[in-house]
C-alpha cells in the first residue's frame, strides 16, 4: 500500500516554543492531507483539513492561530503548534489517500509533551 | 450530525475463538466503510474497506467484516482471534472525499 511517513515520532518542548511536525506522502501525491488529534485510548479528532496550495480548514474548535498548517507541495503537509502549552500535549497523526476511492494511510503519529 | 457508534469500549477473547467487534454508522448517502488497528503509540493501519459490491469483505490478517444496510452496520469479525490481534480497533465512514468519521475505537484483548 501507499507510504506515508511522519515526523518526528516524538518530541519534548518547553511551553510556550513552537514545534513543526511533518507528513510526507512517499510514493503518491495527495492534494489534501488530513490531521488528527487523539487522546490515550480515544477516538481520533479531525483537526484540519489540509489542502495543496491553498489555505487549511478547520473543523469546529480548532484555533488556527495555534495550530498552524502549510501544505507547500503535493506530498508534504506540515502542522506547527505554535506557543504550545502542556494541554497541547498529544498524539498527533496526519493521513492521506492516493485518490478519492481508495483508503487512507496513516502516518507513524508524533506525541508531543509540552513541559 | 452524522456518527460511527462502536458500542463496545472493550472486547476480551480467548485465543483460538471467533472475535466480532460491532460497528453501526449514521451516514448520509452510501458511504465508504472502513476498519483500522492501532497498536501502542502507533499511526492507523488499514484492515478492510466497502465500498460496493459483495457484503462480505475479507481484509489483512485474517479479518473479515460484514456490512449490513438495512442495520446499518459494518461488524468486524474474525474465525480465531490470536493474541497478536490484541490492540485498539477503529471502524470509520467516509461520504466525503477523504474526510474520516471514526467510531471511539474498541480495545480487543485476546488472552491465552
Known amino acids: 500500500g501507499a507510504v506515508v511517513s511522519q515526523h518526528p515520532s516524538r518530541v519534548i518542548c518547553k511551553s510556550g516554543t513552537s514545534v513543526k511536525i511533518e507528513c510526507r506522502s512517499l510514493?503518491?501525491?495527495?492534494?489534501?492531507m488530513f490531521w488528527y488529534r487523539q487522546f490515550p485510548k480515544k477516538s481520533l479528532m479531525l483537526m484540519a483539513t489540509?489542502?495543496?496550495?491553498?489555505?487549511?480548514?478547520?473543523e469546529q474548535g480548532v484555533e488556527k492561530d495555534k495550530f498552524l498548517i502549510n501544505h507547500a507541495s503535493l506530498t508534504l503537509s506540515t502542522l506547527t503548534v505554535t506557543s504550545a502549552h502542556p494541554e497541547d500535549s498529544s498524539f498527533y497523526i496526519c493521513?492521506?489517500?492516493?485518490?478519492?476511492?481508495?483508503?487512507?494511510?496513516f502516518g507513524q503519529g508524533t506525541r508531543l509533551t509540552v513541559v | 450530525a452524522q456518527s460511527v457508534a462502536q458500542p463496545e469500549d472493550q472486547v476480551n477473547v480467548a485465543e483460538g475463538n471467533p472475535l466480532t467487534v460491532k460497528c453501526t454508522y449514521s451516514?448520509?448517502?452510501?458511504?465508504?466503510l472502513f476498519w483500522y488497528v492501532q497498536y501502542p503509540n502507533r499511526g492507523l493501519q488499514f484492515l478492510l474497506k466497502?465500498?460496493?459490491?459483495?457484503?462480505l469483505v475479507k481484509g489483512s490478517y485474517g479479518f473479515e467484516a460484514e456490512f449490513n444496510k438495512s442495520q446499518t452496520s459494518f461488524h468486524l469479525k474474525k474465525p480465531s482471534a490470536l493474541v497478536s490481534d490484541s490492540a485498539l480497533y477503529f471502524c470509520?465512514?467516509?461520504?466525503?472525499?477523504?474526510?474520516?468519521?471514526f467510531g471511539q475505537g474498541t480495545e480487543l484483548s485476546v488472552k491465552p
Open positions: 493521513s492521506a489517500s492516493p485518490s478519492t476511492n481508495t483508503e487512507a494511510f
Open positions: 489540509s489542502n495543496e496550495g491553498s489555505k487549511a480548514t478547520y
Open positions: 510514493d503518491f501525491q495527495a492534494t489534501t
Open positions: 451516514v448520509s448517502g452510501n458511504p465508504y
Open positions: 470509520a465512514a467516509d461520504n466525503q472525499g477523504g474526510k474520516l468519521i
Open positions: 466497502y465500498i460496493t459490491g459483495d457484503n
